[in-house]
């Protein structure tokens, strides 16, 4: 199981862009899917976007749908979530997060079964504030 860790985090005023790195280290980035969900304080978890390894499928969620873009660098071992436009209710410690499982198509991790990911990074701070 490869460490994830994630970064580019950091503040950002609204209408404004920020590109997190989710970068694999101690193995190769050769899992199933990627997902990155975020928390705001005081809320639950939620699932934002992934990427099927398998056939580069990707799934947003509603609300970033059209201003986010998840990527894969494989030569890096890195996934990117490209943000632009970002929002004040963007604001959230994002995550990256990983799975071998083929249960599902990755939406299906984001959307209900977070337990489904199975290798989690330790996060990285969004903030949107003027």
């Known amino acids: 199981q490869s460490r994830l860790e994630e970064s580019g985090g950091g503040l950002v005023q609204p209408g404004g862009s920020l590109r997190l790195s989710c970068a694999a280290s101690?193995?190769?980035?050769?899992?199933?899917?990627i997902g990155w969900f975020r928390q705001a304080p005081g809320k639950e978890r939620e699932g934002v976007s992934c990427?099927?390894?398998?056939?580069?499928?990707?799934y947003y969620v509603d609300s970033v749908k059209g201003r986010f873009t998840i990527s894969r660098d494989n030569a890096k071992d890195t996934v990117y979530l490209q943000m632009n436009n970002l929002k004040p209710e963007d604001t959230a410690v994002y995550y990256c997060a990983a799975t071998r499982s083929t249960l599902m198509h990755c939406s299906g991790y984001v959307t209900y079964y977070h337990a489904g990911m199975s290798n989690w990074g330790s996060g990285t701070l969004v903030t949107v504030s003027t």
């Open positions: 101690g193995r190769t980035l050769d899992g199933y899917a």
């Open positions: 990427l099927n390894n398998y056939d580069d499928a990707t």
